[in-house]
């Protein structure tokens, strides 16, 4: 009895259960799913903005939550909220409430994985995806998670779920999660406010120059490690 009353069985199993058939089961969950992807699909920041503001003083807690609905559904983009945020709360607490939104989407998306193992995250992402984001890992090790932060993209979700399901420790993934995204999210917060019909190619383009020049950065210093590791090569203990 202790056995499917333990924390491991009501996180696994009978929270999803509940969770699955509450979405089933009841109509108005069902279309507020419909209703959230067809704004995600349309790509329209006002339309966020709008639907936001329609919560009056709950507006950051349903930001919030559509953030990490974002991250967990993947891939939705969320720089839509990001500028929804700003537009409404001013550049630096829509950042605040934007990246700390984000980092909780991604901590969760982490322990999916991690819990429930690649066949489910497969099912909430797709395997081609999982699959390149594995190709990412391999190729840049412990800097992954920190590079797919910085790339505009690579889908963090499924870089959060991919980390999940290696031997990453929570904390560093958390840390450079953390560190990856805040720029970026500081640049989109500080333009979200100006963002209109006329200014979005011109938000867009800032925000790409920015982050490849954090990359190219990065890149660098990869490069220079990888160089200097391949050069260190061990000596036979008698030449030595």
């Given amino acids: 009895m202790r056995r499917f009353l333990s924390r491991s069985f009501l996180l696994r199993v009978f929270l999803p259960v509940v969770l699955i058939a509450g979405v089933v089961a009841f109509k108005p969950s069902r279309d507020w799913i419909k209703q959230v992807f067809l704004m995600f699909q349309l790509l329209d920041v006002n339309l966020i903005r709008g639907y936001i503001l329609s919560f009056g003083i709950w507006a950051p807690v349903m930001s919030f939550f559509l953030m990490v609905f974002q991250s967990v559904i993947a891939p939705l983009p969320a720089f839509l909220i990001t500028f929804a945020n700003a537009g409404l709360f001013g550049w630096w607490k829509g950042a605040i409430l934007s990246w700390s939104s984000a980092m909780a989407g991604a901590a969760l998306c982490f322990f999916i994985a991690r819990w429930y193992g690649r066949g489910p995250v497969e099912r909430l992402t797709s395997k081609a ?112």
Wanted: proline letters at 4%.
């Fill in 129 to 240: 995806g999982l699959e390149g984001v594995d190709r990412f890992f391999e190729r840049y090790g412990n800097y992954a998670v920190f590079v797919a932060r910085l790339l505009p993209f690579v889908s963090f979700d499924i870089v959060s779920y991919g980390a999940g399901l290696t031997s990453m420790k929570f904390w560093p993934f958390f840390l450079a999660t953390g560190l990856g995204q805040l720029p970026a999210t500081v640049v989109y917060s500080y333009v979200g406010g100006m963002l209109t019909e006329g200014t979005r190619r011109f938000v867009l383009a800032l925000s790409l120059l920015f982050v490849l020049t954090a990359l190219a950065s990065l890149w660098k210093k990869i490069y220079r490690d990888r160089r200097d590791s391949e050069g260190c090569v061990d000596l036979p203990s008698g030449d030595r």
